[in-house]
């Protein structure tokens, strides 16, 4: 355990400050990086507030690159955070400690408010992700904001109605009238909460209907994705001809978790195969130029030997030249016939940007790839994450823009599908926008925050 606490350590008492003292509480990675987006737009505001992270889950790298001081015991636990999807990672991480790190961390958060009103400060807590450091807030006696990344009507509903399920629990996530339950609408109605940033337009319309300060600014993880090219290069007067001759472009999406991102590799390029031998057949409606190069969006903490072993296997060979421009002097090309496969570490957004649809296994990358207005094909692994259930979950969430394949041989079916049908594209990229929201959530809720706290 690692266990940072500046407020343990003895000095002379300052004087009260002007400047609001945040804390900010954050339960998972990706949560973390939503945190860290809206504190560096608050960074960027007139007297902008001094700011402090407890993350609950994990050591919080995405603080630590801004130099944010954390004011409690972190660690990372067996699970990575995705308890909620299987008990036996609870199980886990209640032998790994959960228990009396949650306990301390409740300390932490007690003591660092007890601390600023000893010394005369405006203090406030901004919570990001469930109802975890939502009940963190909302029992510190400090005033909150909450930023829901974890829930959305879109696991219920669409802007039709209620989404038809099979599951008999179905009921449960919804038997209130919205996918906060009451006790999670309690703690979000509370007077010392000022605001409430849910992911979606459709959420935030729900939620209005209670006393609960909803704001509708968007969606934080659809920031900081602008590639390294400008799009209206796409726009030129010959790009009509351009569209006909340039390769068809797949974007590959594995996932960040070590080993599970591995597995999923290894699905992704049967996938891959089936793709290429669909293309060879006559009623392929494959056209482009016949050259396809597939993109491999890879997390800086996997270890891309591993990847390449699988390639080599699979028949892939080193090409000394990169069919695409990419923002990564590191990046590893390979090639088999028309097709080219290049792997990067560093030009993830120009990743996203270029492909024509993706084949995916990873949580907010696959979210993100559909915000985009794309289509990803997803493929259900064995988890801790990208397991069937969380699978399932995430195509009510994107609609349309998640297609589902049990099998990977199953990928090339849905590609030829797609391209069968412009309509159905043009759903696909209007439903990602809507689902997803606009670019600028982080600047829009953090001017919001300022005005509230």
């Known amino acids: ?73 972190v660690r990372t636990l067996p699970s990575g955070g995705f308890i909620y999807m ?74 039709s109605g209620l989404l038809p399920r099979k599951n008999k629990g179905a009921k449960w996530e919804n038997f209130s009238g919205s996918i906060y339950h009451p006790w999670e609408r309690w703690l979000m109605s509370r007077r010392r909460c000022r605001a409430v940033f849910p992911r979606d337009s459709l959420t935030t319309e729900i939620l209005q209907k209670w006393p ?49 991102a591995y597995s999923n590799w290894e699905s992704i390029t049967v996938a891959v195969s089936a793709l290429l031998s669909s293309f060879r057949e006559r009623d392929s409606v494959f056209y482009t130029s016949g050259t396809v190069i597939f993109l491999g969006a890879i997390a800086p903490s996997l270890d891309c030997n591993a990847l390449i072993k699988t390639l080599t296997i699979q028949g892939w060979r080193s ?16 090639k088999q016939k028309n097709a080219y496969f290049v792997l990067t570490q560093q030009a993830y957004n120009d990743c996203l940007h270029l492909g024509d649809f993706a084949i995916a296994m990873a949580g907010t990358a696959t979210e993100q790839f559909v915000g985009l207005g794309k289509p990803a094909i997803a493929i259900p692994g064995q988890g801790p994450q990208y397991n069937p259930g969380f699978a399932e979950a995430q195509s009510r969430l994107l609609g349309p823009s998640l297609i589902l ?10 590609v030829q599908s797609l391209f069968q049908n412009p309509d159905r594209l043009q759903i696909i990229a209007d439903n990602g926008l809507l689902r997803m929201g606009q670019p600028g959530a982080a600047q829009r809720i953090a001017e919001c925050l300022q005005a509230r706290l």
């Open 1 to 73: 355990m690692n266990d940072v606490s500046p407020l343990s350590v003895a000095s002379p008492a300052p004087s009260p400050s002007s400047r609001l003292q945040l804390l900010v509480l954050s339960n998972g990675h990706g949560e973390d990086v939503i945190a860290v987006r809206i504190l560096q737009a608050l960074q960027q505001q007139s007297n902008p507030p001094d700011i402090f992270a407890l993350p609950l889950v994990g050591e919080g790298r995405a603080y630590q690159q801004l130099d944010i001081p954390v004011i409690g015991s």
């Open 86 to 159: 299987d008990g036996r990672q609870l199980a886990k991480d209640v032998r790994g400690g959960l228990v009396q790190l949650t306990l301390s961390q409740i300390k932490a958060v007690r003591r660092w408010v007890k601390s600023q009103k000893k010394l005369g400060n405006n203090q406030a807590i901004l919570a990001v992700g469930d109802i975890v450091p939502l009940l963190f807030a909302t029992f510190s006696g400090a005033n909150y904001a909450f930023v829901g990344t974890a829930k959305s009507e879109y696991y219920v509903r669409d802007e």
């Open 212 to 260: 609960i300060p909803a704001f509708d600014l968007g969606n934080p993880m659809m920031d900081g994705l602008a590639p390294s090219f400008p799009t209206q290069r796409f726009y030129s007067g010959d790009m009509q001809q351009q569209e006909i001759t340039r390769p068809l472009v797949v974007t590959l999406l594995p996932g960040s978790r070590a080993p599970e």
């Open 319 to 334: 090409h000394p030249e990169s069919p695409i421009q990419l923002n990564d002097p590191n990046l590893l090309t390979f």
């Open 405 to 414: 394949v049990d099998q990977p041989s199953k990928v090339a079916k849905e």
